[in-house]
Nanobody, 125 residues
Framework: VQLQASGGGLVQAGDSLRLSCAAS????????MAWFRQAPGKEREFVAAISWIGGIIKYSGAVKGRFTISRDNAENTVDLQMSSLKSEDTAVYYC???????????????????WGQGTKVTVSS
């Protein structure tokens, strides 16, 4: 079971960037998928999550209104569309997947059992 994140890069403040995460090795039926990020010298933090059917979507306050998470269950992928990027969005972004049912805390890293290797996003001001 592997998660492969891609799409990171160097952009300027105000630009947009789209991250993608592809899952392989098994299907993630009933798994929630999420993005976390870790900036230099900081703890890993929650960014966005989406439930299996997509009916529940969560964002951190820092990205709400600027980032959009989506998933394609047929392709086992989850994307993160990032707009109006700020320098404080600079971080390594990790995708994650984990079993989730009604009531599962989608914002907790403990929910996720599978993690990708991370893709670096650098936003210059």
């Amino acid at each position: 079971v592997q998660l492969q994140a891609s799409g990171g890069g160097l952009v300027q403040a105000g630009d947009s960037l789209r991250l993608s995460c592809a899952a392989s090795g098994r299907t993630f039926s009933y798994y929630a998928m999420a993005w976390f990020r870790q900036a230099p010298g900081k703890e890993r933090e929650f960014v966005a999550a989406i439930s299996w059917i997509g009916g529940i979507i969560k964002y951190s306050g820092a990205v709400k209104g600027r980032f959009t998470i989506s998933r394609d269950n047929a392709e086992n992928t989850v994307d993160l569309q990032m707009s109006s990027l700020k320098s404080e969005d600079t971080a390594v972004y990790y995708c994650a997947a984990g079993p989730a049912t009604y009531g599962t805390d989608l914002q907790s890293s403990n929910t996720y059992t599978n993690w990708g290797q991370g893709t670096k996003v650098t936003v210059s001001s």
